[in-house]
């Protein structure tokens, strides 16, 4: 395994609240990316990170924010939630080499009802 | 723009059958190549890669993959499935001007039955 852990795994949470998700690696990886999985749309980029405090936007970024203050940390913050944002959310890291694979933590299971 | 290409969206085979999953991309230049797996209620893990020489790459639990640059390919095989192989399978594709960022196929799920 990658050294990637996501909390929580699980959160049901209602519509137009704040929700935050953590990504921790212990890689000591420059680059994080946070992903959303949904049926039929396959993994589509929320956000990314190629260093501390140095983020950009992906394809579905809007309703999403992200900071990033430690190497190690890569927040994901839904900022008033909506019943669209019902996902699993995926925290993936970008090895060191010359390949560029990425490798994915375990997900986090969000309902927003 | 940049786009990956499943042609196959779910697949059903039975035990021991051949299995080839087609995945096309867009991109002209030099590519690097992925095939990732995700098994139900799981994250995605690599399953394998190409970034040079040998077009034809071998990965984990006996399957395989071919490079072909003329035809924008990088076709997924394994000559023998087994009915834990079910799960959904990615194919992703990084070029240099992407900035780390890889493009995803959307997926095919693939079903074993015993």
């Known amino acids: 395994d990658a050294g990637i852990t996501q909390s929580p795994r699980h959160k049901v949470t209602e519509t137009g609240t704040p929700v935050t998700l953590r990504c921790h690696q212990t890689?000591?990886?420059?680059?994080m990316y946070w992903y959303r999985q949904d049926p039929g749309h396959g993994l589509r980029l929320i956000h990314y990170?190629?260093?501390?405090?140095?983020?950009d936007k992906g394809e579905v970024s809007d309703g999403y924010s992200v900071s990033r203050s430690k190497t190690e940390d890569f927040l994901l913050t839904l900022e008033s939630a909506t019943s669209s944002q019902t996902s699993v959310y995926f925290c993936a890291i970008n090895d060191r080499g010359p390949t560029y694979e990425q490798y994915f933590g375990p997900g986090t299971r969000l309902t927003v009802t | 723009a940049q786009s990956v290409s499943q042609h196959n969206h779910h697949v059903i085979l039975s035990e021991a059958a051949s299995l080839e999953l087609g995945c096309n991309y867009s991109?002209?230049?030099?590519?690097?190549l992925f095939w990732y797996v995700q098994y139900p209620g799981q994250h995605l893990q690599l399953l394998l890669k190409y970034f040079s020489g040998d077009p034809l790459v071998k990965g984990i639990k006996g399957f395989e993959a071919e490079f072909i640059k003329s035809k924008f390919s990088f076709n997924l095989r394994k000559p023998s499935v087994q009915w834990s192989d079910t799960a959904e399978y990615f194919c992703?594709?990084?070029?240099?001007?992407?900035?780390?960022?890889?493009?995803w196929g959307l997926g095919t799920s693939l079903a074993v039955n015993p």
């Open positions: 992703a594709v990084y070029n240099a001007g992407n900035n780390r960022k890889l493009i």
């Open positions: 991109y002209g230049g030099t590519v690097n």
């Open positions: 990170s190629y260093g501390v405090k140095d983020t």
């Open positions: 890689e000591n990886h420059r680059y």
